[in-house]
């Protein structure tokens, strides 16, 4: 599995080409494991031996109790688990939280010290992609990258979050936490329910329209920074609500994206490691839903 960017890549647990291997792990009414797709971790997995119990042609599935070429017996320890994915998860979300409440607690954006705290958020965020942008290039997790991205990232919303509190939209803040959490339970029900269907055919949909969404914002980015304003309004009235929303369902794709990755890392017997990288990807897919919620609270309820 390598962890990647929700905005410019979803790579899957496969370490034999660029994508996630979508039709190869069981979903919710897929097939299971064991059947004759492949598992991409069987390489240096010493899980992925065939069942010695199994008979004629009965799936075959991978045997916990099975000796290495040494004689050595394999334990379950080194394998990725649900609880792994949720610890480390946690972890990397209760880091960010913590540094959010310390730069809303500490960073002030009253008129007399709201640039000098925009500055420190704006750095915080910069070198947050950096980190990011690192770990997504690396074949294996680095959990110093992974928390650091994670407090650095508070800082940026911590900031961001009061300012938009203080100054356009009062109460905005709680309203997108609770706006990110219903849309992170509504999509992890929808997937454990088999109502989304994670294959091919939806991993390019999505890769296709959020490459089209960020070349859109980068686009009207430009227009803001070199003509002033709001650039080509994507951002703002009406244009920025439809946007807004389009960044929403997006998100809630990426989630989607995430689970099926956690699901084959599980399925496939993934090293414990890899853990921190479905913690990174969640992470940063909840900070993006986060981000939107914000924005579309702040147009709804601003002046503009």
């Given at each position: ?221 430009l227009f803001a920074v070199f003509g002033g304003g ?75």
């Amino acid at each position: 599995m390598r962890s990647s960017n929700p905005v410019f890549s979803r790579r899957g647990f496969s370490r034999d080409n660029g994508h996630a291997q979508f039709n190869a792990a069981p979903q919710a009414g897929g097939p299971a494991v064991g059947t004759q797709q492949g598992n991409p971790y069987a390489g240096n997995n010493p899980y992925a031996g065939q069942n010695p119990y199994a008979q004629g042609d009965q799936q075959t599935y991978a045997n916990p109790y099975a000796q290495d070429q040494y004689g050595v017996q394999a334990t379950t320890t080194d394998r990725m688990t649900m609880d792994d994915v949720v610890m480390r998860t946690a972890t990397t979300l209760g880091t960010l939280i913590v540094t959010a409440a310390l730069a809303w607690w500490f960073l002030p954006v009253d008129a007399a010290n709201i640039g000098q705290s925009y500055g420190i958020a704006i750095g915080a965020a910069l070198v947050a992609m950096v980190l990011a942008l690192v770990q997504s290039f690396k074949r294996k997790a680095s959990p110093a990258l992974i928390l650091a991205y994670a407090a650095l990232e508070g800082v940026f919303l911590g900031v961001l979050s009061k300012a938009v509190d203080t100054h356009i939209a009062d109460g905005a803040a709680m309203q997108a936490v609770i706006g990110t959490i219903a849309v992170f339970t509504a999509v992890l029900v929808a997937y454990k329910a088999g109502w989304i269907r994670v294959n091919r055919r939806f991993y390019g949909f999505v890769m296709a329209a959020a490459m089209g969404f960020v070349l859109l914002m980068a686009v009207n980015m430009l227009f803001a920074v070199f003509g002033g304003g709001d650039g080509l309004g994507f951002r703002s009235g009406g244009l920025g609500i439809i946007f807004g929303i389009i960044g929403v369902l997006l998100g809630a794709c990426f989630l989607a994206l995430d689970f099926k990755q956690v699901e084959d890392g599980i399925a496939y017997g993934a090293p414990r490691e890899e853990s921190w990288l479905a913690a990174f990807g969640l992470t940063m897919t909840l900070v993006w839903i986060y981000l939107e919620f914000l924005r579309l609270i702040a147009i709804l309820q601003g002046d503009d």
